[in-house]
């Protein structure tokens, strides 16, 4: 059995929430860059080169790229032969993104749901945990915010509806959103499972870096042919026209009940942010 | 592109001259104010009480910044969606209020509102709030600081880029460009 004890986990979270939410990845800004020369609409340009000039200022001055720190949502892979020593994980993670949104100035944007009172230290955090061979520990931080997560939705379709029933309710809400989940989006795509796991399965998505393509020819394609047909639609940066409304769409698939064909849309927005380490 | 300068407080010579898909540039004082603010000043006024600060001629920003960090005057500092005070806004429209800054679409209330009461609403680009806190020179917090980083804070701003979204005269920047562009 290798040990690793809560510290190391405490401070490995801190730190991936405070670099995640001040320095995009060159993934992403390499997608924005080649969105510029692909961008039709002046306007349109004009978003993307001050999304690339925000992101030198987020880095430049030490600020967070978005003012959005997100909730903190937490996957993490623990190998079966680790042991968690000096405590507990769930408290481990959440010491971590305490301690983290406390000292990179981030915005704390979890609340009661009713009351609306702010629990003031962005926790609690959520976790997503997956059980795998070997005996390391991966943590993947993804800082996420509120205006892609509201336009996010999970449907039973009927299994005729098919492939092209996913198409045309992926396309439904991103025209619903249209300007609101800060365009141009990335679009995570669950499909299969059940209803909870097909949600899972959009979030997981997400983390796929723009332009890998899924391993599953069918899959890849349709994945591009949602691309354009998103890219179609004249949202464009920031909803102000253009053709570049997604920076790509990614999708994962599992099984599902012969009676059921779930899907679920989850947006990013361009503020993409992704950190991981392996302990 | 071509880019306009203006000034607050805005008048009705400053709004005529305004359109949808204009890019300016806006110097003076805002005002921040997202869900629970605006909830507030709503139960204010239906309670007869007057309101933390006089919105005549001023600009509202949905905006819930980012803690400030040691020797800045503010965090991050972008919008959000707007489209989640459409409910309050007519009402703070009709009581002089000419200006919105923030993103996404408006209701047809809104939109109504803004033609009835001459004003406009701005976009600050989503997902810049570095840049924009960048323009951002003073900060200071007027009310509901129980609120955190929903609090109204009167913010002195410089050249902050913004585009005209709806102008008064029912333009609508989110229609018009997904019209031209789509394919």
Known sequence: MRQIHV???????????????????????????????????????????????????????????????????????????????????????????????????????????????NTADNTPPIIHTKIIPGDVLRITAMPKGGGSENYGEVRMLIPAEGKEGVKSFVLDMVKKGGPNPCPPIIVGIGIGGNLETSAILAKEALIVPLGVRNDDPELAELELEILDEINRTGIGPQGYGGTVTALDVHIKMLPCHIASLPVAVNMQCHVHRIREIVL | MEIKRIKTPLDDAVI???????????????????????????????????????????????????????????????PTTSSRMDLYTPQLLLLGLKGMIGKGKRSTEVKEALKRYRAVYFGAT????????????????????????????????????????????????????????RK
């Open chain 1, 7 to 117: 510290d190391t986990i405490i401070s490995a979270v801190e730190t991936l929430f405070i670099e995640a939410n001040i320095y995009l990845s060159q993934n992403v800004l390499n997608a924005i860059q080649n969105a510029i020369e692909k961008e039709e609409s002046p306007q349109g340009k004009e978003i993307l080169r001050e999304l690339i000039r925000n992101a030198e200022i987020a880095g430049k001055e030490q600020l967070p790229v978005c003012q959005d720190t997100g909730l903190a949502v937490t996957f993490i892979e623990i190998g079966q032969d680790v042991h968690i020593t000096g405590g507990n994980l769930s408290d481990a993670v959440s010491e971590g993104v305490r301690r983290g949104y406390q000292k990179g100035y981030l915005r704390k944007s979890c609340c009661h749901p009713f009351t609306r009172k």
């Open chain 2, 16 to 78: 005529k001259k305004l359109r949808a898909g204009e890019k300016v540039l806006l110097t003076g004082f805002i005002y921040t104010a997202r869900d629970t603010a605006h909830k507030r000043f709503i139960d204010a006024l239906g309670k007869g009480e007057t309101l933390p600060f006089d919105v005549t001629n001023q600009i509202i920003y949905y905006c819930g910044p980012s803690p400030a960090p040691p020797g800045k005057v503010i965090g991050s500092a972008g």
């Open chain 2, 126 to 181: 989503g997902g810049a709030g570095a840049l924009i806190s960048q323009s951002i020179v003073s900060s200071e917090i007027v009310a509901y600081e129980d609120l955190g980083p929903e609090a109204v804070v009167k913010l002195g701003v410089k050249d902050m880029p913004l585009f005209v979204i709806n102008d008064m005269y029912g333009n609508d920047l989110y229609e018009t460009g997904m019209e031209h562009y």
